[in-house]
């Protein structure tokens, strides 16, 4: 993917307003990652500007079809609505494990095609799905149609999805959004005063440990605006009026494998063919078949390739002083 001067625009940090940075790592789609030198938090700049950025959440985006490497080759498919499922019911779990006790009035904010709200609606009191493709949600309508479904970004949904929810999830999302800050901010200002944030997103922390060219999230996903560590969404949840009371990460070592093996070679050919669906399930259906899909893989380390936080109100976290959870990962040295 090559971007044009004129539609990259230059920004600040989002958490200190600076724009005194160090060059961290340029991908191969030629746009810098840069760190923050006064908070340390990693994003993309220049990035493209939004105009551009909305538009790469077409249909094409979950069909891997825009020739771009973003997006998810089959996504929407109703052959990999199993697997959606699959990884609904693994997030649900680390939720729960995190200490969501009662999920009661759902927010999820990223729905993409309902596949959480479809296993989710029967346990919550009623759920509330968004997301910013029209294409996702009328998927989404039909998958889980006991659920209530929006179109857009979270701040233009408008009173049907005000609120105040007992639990807001949002997996996968944060690093994509134009301003994090604004993006928590809005769902505190959703949550009740006793209610649980869960976000998810690919961890910075491994990224550095592994260096950003051996890492799955510099490498790969050209979508994402941010790169965070745990400490930079604790950094942006308190500014919001939210505490964290626990983490873990998961989802494997997060390590790029730069594949020159004569299977890649044979890909290749395939792809160019045109066969790239069917290469696609077929290796999904020998991993489940070596590798049956976990349902828990977390644990209470920095290492792995994803963050999984759960934030409460400050007020409530300081009432009930609830920092003995087994997951809970100290920051502190
Ligand atoms: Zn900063």
Redesign the pocket.
Known sequence: MNWDKDKLIDVK?D??N?SIVDHVYRRPDDLDIVK?R????HFLNPRPRPDFIFKLYSEDYFRGSNGNPTGYLGYDAASHAVLRRIEARRRLLIARTLGVSRLGSTLEVGCSTGDLAAITTPLASDFTGIDISEHAIRIARQRAPASRFFCGQIDEVGPAAAGPFDTILSFEVIEHVLSPQAFIKSLAERLKSDGYLVLSTPNADCGIRLGFDNWLGARTSFEHLFFFRLEDLDRLAQNAGLSRVAAATGCGSGRFENSTSKHSVARRLALALGMRRWIWTLREWRLSKKQPPQLFDYEDNLEHHNIFALYRKTQICNERNTTGLGLAIRTEP
């Open positions: 940090c958490n200190c600076l923050c006064d908070c340390g938090l």
